[in-house]
């Protein structure tokens, strides 16, 4: 498996060797051009036919931090530098669909018209099934962009945690989300371990030997 011997791929695993789930963060903030790169690494993940069916919210205000993590468990979505909100469509209606059609004309230099075959196919698809089953999907696509911006907070030198232990009304209260039909469904806080008070940053990773964890067939 020689391309895994390349600078880049080393880099990669190295860094991904290094992050962990973050448990106390330091005071020092992260660089608002690092902070940038990562939304842009969530924008650019794949999700299903495209239509990036959520929403992210980058949180950096203490205060606001301070009491979206009021009720929870999880210390890190105060103490770290920014808060990445990731928040779901409870429902794919027609709009979202034509909005989502009439952004690809444009991008790609189209008439809508050329498009009415996809969009009928995609509409027959999502708006048969029931809003529930909708947010569950969106929902995954949601946890494809957190995996993506885990791999690229780690790419940076940049400490996250991945979280689901909040209370999702009150973060769609004090953001504002219900109204434009979102709901929050995982978290992501960034920022710099605190080397001193994290007994976790010393620890070594555990994870399956590669030959238990991965099956090669042909």
């Known amino acids: 498996m020689q391309y895994f011997k390349t600078d880049k791929v080393m880099d990669l695993i190295s860094s991904l060797k290094w992050r962990y789930a973050t448990k106390k963060y330091s005071e020092r903030k992260v660089s608002k051009d690092k902070v940038e790169a990562i939304v842009e690494a969530v924008n650019l993940s794949p999700s299903s036919i495209g239509i990036q069916p959520y929403r ?6 203490p205060e ?15 103490t770290a530098s920014h808060l990445l909100v990731f928040a779901a469509y409870t429902a794919i209606t027609p709009e979202v669909i034509d909005s989502y059609i009439r952004l690809m004309a444009e991008q790609r ?3 809508m018209d050329s498009l009415a075959d996809f969009r009928a196919k995609i509409s027959g698809y999502l708006l048969s099934r029931s809003d529930e089953e909708n947010f569950n999907w969106a929902s995954r696509q949601a946890y494809i962009g957190l995996g993506t911006a885990i791999v690229a907070a780690a790419s940076l030198q940049v400490d996250a945690t991945p979280m689901e232990g909040f209370n999702p009304d009150r973060f769609d209260e004090l953001l504002g989300l219900k109204a434009k039909g979102l ?32 099956t090669e067939i042909g």
């Open 56 to 61: 992210l919210v980058v949180v950096e205000d």
């Open 109 to 111: 230099g189209v008439a």
């Open 183 to 214: 709901r929050s469904v995982v978290l992501l806080s960034l920022g710099y371990r605190d080397e001193v008070h994290d007994d976790f940053a010393r620890l070594k990773k555990v994870r399956l030997p590669k030959d238990q964890f991965v």
């Open 64 to 78: 606001l931090r301070r009491e979206l993590g009021s009720d929870s468990f999880n210390s890190q979505i105060a």
